[in-house]
């Protein structure tokens, strides 16, 4: 009889914690030919090869971190990605590998300042968030949205400031807020910063937030819910990705759906789902910044969703309106708020921050 429900809570969990898991198995292969659905890219540009990300525990001001990356010959650019929430480090690798193809294999077609080579010139890495891991490293703490933004801060300084390479930041959803938290605190060594369907303020209109809000403010639903969705763990690996195939995630590719089977049905990570919800939702209370979005406006870009109540047509508006001139766009191609779930989507916007980078960095060369 449970087991029957499981759809049922499958979907009502969809509504109530924007389950947009973008992620994909650690160590990962991509085949280039994957990469070749949706988007205008050449065939014979993909790679005839494999090219897998490095990942990597570390230990970033004493917290367990998941990285995900891959380190070009000779880097002129550090693109820093930035998961929303939930925040595993896989959750943007899909974007991760079209960007580095998109990079590396259309270089010609993108920029005139990248070289003549297969490897490209921009390392990728994506952090994920302290507990928002597949393990249960920090034993059961709850981490606010203000300490996870520290924890990212923490591993510029210890990982990425003694370089002399600039900083491309690429945040998605609440990691648009975090990307222009972290430029806020590296101004000369961030160069520019892109948010992808950024989740700046609240949104009145959206029930969704309401009821996430309402759960994540309280302690006791909070708890109930995620003993719920822990119980899903406790399936048969092969019974769960049926389940979750045949309810929430019909169009997701299979190592999606994959991670969702390892990573959300964690106890722990869907406690700190919620807790860091209730810290954005308590901080968008004050808006955004705007004085400092002004200030770096030739350095900041947004792309909004056609329908995403994370992210509204009407912030892209006030955005607009508080900050004239900076550079906005709107996807309508149906990828959503929850894109990198897809290759489709994924190549879409790598195509996109690809061209943004592209033109910024013909900016500052000229």
């Given amino acids: 009889m449970l087991l029957l429900l499981y759809p049922l809570i499958l979907s009502n969990l969809y509504s109530l914690t924007n389950f947009f898991i973008n992620s994909i198995p650690y160590k990962a292969r991509f085949s280039g030919k994957c990469l070749n659905k949706g988007m205008d890219v050449d065939a014979h540009l993909l790679p005839k090869s494999t090219k897998s990300a490095n990942f990597r525990l570390c230990n970033v001001s004493g917290y367990k971190s998941e990285i995900l990356e891959i380190h070009a010959v000779a880097p002129i650019m550090h693109v820093l990605l930035l998961p929303g929430n939930p925040g595993m480090a896989s959750i943007v690798c899909l974007l991760m590998f079209s960007l580095f193809f998109l ?52 591993f510029i300084r210890e990982e990425l400031q003694k370089n002399e390479i600039p900083i491309v930041l690429v945040g998605h959803s609440i990691g648009s807020y975090i990307a222009i938290e972290i430029f806020k605190r590296f101004p000369g060594k961030v160069k520019y910063c892109v948010g992808l369907y950024p989740f700046l303020t609240m949104n009145p209109e959206s029930k969704t937030q309401l009821v996430i809000g309402k759960i994540s403010e309280s302690q006791i639903l909070s708890i109930a ?80 969703g056609d329908d995403d109540h994370w992210g509204p047509l009407h912030v892209l ?33 790598a195509q996109h921050v690809a061209n943004l980078i592209k033109n910024q960095t013909s900016l500052t060369m000229q």
Avoid at 327 to 340: I, K
Wanted: charged content about 25%; aromatic content about 12%; hydrophobic content about 40%.
């Fill in 103 to 154: 990079f590396f294999l259309k270089k010609k077609k993108i920029s005139e300042i990248l070289y003549d080579q297969l490897e490209g010139n921009a390392s990728i890495t994506a952090i994920g968030h302290i507990s928002h891991t597949r393990k249960n490293w920090e034993h059961g703490r709850l981490f606010s949205l203000e300490e996870q933004i520290n924890h990212k801060v923490d």
């Fill in 225 to 304: 819910l995620c003993y719920v969705i822990a119980s899903l763990g406790l399936l048969p690996v092969r019974a769960l990705r049926f389940i979750i195939r045949n309810s929430v995630a019909k169009s997701w590719s299979t190592d999606a759906v994959d991670a969702t089977c390892s990573h959300l049905s964690q106890y722990h990570v869907m406690r700190n789902v919620f807790y860091m919800a209730m810290t954005e939702f308590r901080k968008f209370a004050e808006g955004p910044d705007w004085t400092f979005i002004r200030e770096r406006k030739a350095q900041i870009s947004f792309l909004f």
């Fill in 317 to 349: 508006e006030e955005i607009s309106k508080q900050v004239p001139g900076i550079t906005v766009a709107v996807e309508r191609e149906n990828h959503t708020h929850g894109f990198s779930c897809t290759e489709a989507g994924s190549l879409w916007v």
